[in-house]
């Protein structure tokens, strides 16, 4: 890694109320096949427990060791973010979609999984903005109590402004105090957009900006990156915040292996942010951006898993899913399908 950058649980916003805030609830109940009530048969609707900070704190004291860490599932159902970067509508129904898709998969987890439900965020339009940022402290808060009780935790987005949420939340907890945290986004876009208010094209320069802030270098790499859909100006910009960066034309599991070994070697911890467009349109057609190329599944699934084997996972999330333009459900079955690989 280039840099310092060591986090100090000091980030650029606190705010109060944490996980004792009340939530909304997920729209989508968590259902499924049901073939017996017996562990053999367990599915995720039937494993999936509602969160409650008592809950946690047990089951967090019982487990024994990082695989069986519990996990903690938040939903930001918003898509204020996008609409602001002007993309297509509809990824505040990302959550539901995900939990939707997860609820009939087979359950051979090792770890108790509780969904705390969702911070929403109202979308606006242009003269009446939703507030979007009021909606990422919210959302950062309910995730640093989560982590701060001992949890892996992941993000159900949302738009790709769920990425400063996650920060803020990151930022929040006194899990990353001290720690050198890396952030690795699997993206076809760099996301380092400049503009006046937040949207889901700028998270991780407001990211870099609030690291500089405090006298630190964001540890920032992206895998998947598409050259036609990142201008001139974002690679420079890229450059200048000495971004570590893949191609999609040259990601493969070899090339991707040595690119996430490298950045997780000078890490403690790394907070992973996936957005579905990193992957083929045909495997994700459910985004706002679909990607012409993309990073094969099997590559973004084989990443995923020597993450999820490193122990340094702090907190994930899986952003852009936007199931008004999906086929037969199929990007959020992929999303799904990440989810529990990262956390199997
Ligand atoms: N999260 C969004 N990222 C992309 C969207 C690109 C597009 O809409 O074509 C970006 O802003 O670069
Ligand atoms: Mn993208
Ligand atoms: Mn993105």
Redesign the pocket.
């Given at each position: 890694m280039k840099g310092g950058g060591h986090w100090r649980g000091s980030g650029p916003m606190r705010c109060a109320g944490r996980m004792s805030e009340p939530l909304d609830i997920p729209r989508v109940p968590w259902s499924g096949r049901n073939d017996g009530d017996s562990a053999e048969h367990r599915r995720w609707w039937q494993a999936v427990r509602p969160y409650s900070p008592e809950a946690l704190s047990a089951a967090v004291a019982a487990h024994d060791g990082e695989r069986s860490r519990p996990a903690v599932l938040l939903g930001f159902r918003s898509e204020e973010?996008?609409r602001r970067?002007?993309?297509r509508l509809g990824a505040a129904e990302g959550p539901g979609a995900i939990r939707a898709a997860l609820g009939p998969l087979a359950f051979h987890l090792d770890r108790e999984v509780f969904d705390a439900g969702d911070v929403a965020v109202a979308t606006g339009r242009d003269e009446v903005p939703g507030d979007l940022e009021g909606g990422q402290e919210r959302f950062g808060s309910a995730l640093a109590a989560a982590l701060d009780a001992g949890a892996l935790t992941v993000g159900l987005g949302g738009?790709?402004e769920t990425a400063y949420a996650s920060y803020l939340g990151l930022t929040e907890s006194e899990r990353t105090g001290g720690a050198r945290v890396g952030v690795l986004n699997l993206?076809?876009?760099?996301?380092l957009?400049s503009e006046d208010r937040a949207?889901?094209?700028t998270p991780f320069l407001q990211m870099a900006r609030a690291e500089a802030a405090e006298g630190r270098e964001l540890q920032y790499a992206v895998l998947g990156i598409s050259t036609p859909?990142?201008t001139r100006a974002?690679f420079e910009r890229a450059d200048e915040l000495r971004v570590r960066y893949l191609l999609d034309e040259y990601t493969t599991w070899e090339t991707a292996e040595s690119f996430v070994e490298d950045f997780l070697a000078d890490l403690d911890a790394l907070y992973l942010t996936i957005?579905l467009?990193v992957l083929p349109a045909p495997v994700a057609p459910g985004v706002?951006?679909p990607a012409a190329v993309g990073v094969p599944l099997e590559v973004i699934i084989a990443v995923v898993r020597r993450i999820a084997a490193s122990g340094k996972l702090l907190h994930a999330d899986i952003?852009?899913l936007n199931p008004a333009f999906d086929v037969d459900g199929r990007t959020a079955r992929v999303a799904a399908r990440l989810v529990d690989t990262l956390l199997g």
């Open positions: 973010g996008v970067n002007k993309g738009g790709h993206d076809a876009h760099f996301d957009r949207t889901s094209g859909n990142n974002l957005d467009d706002s951006a952003a852009e």
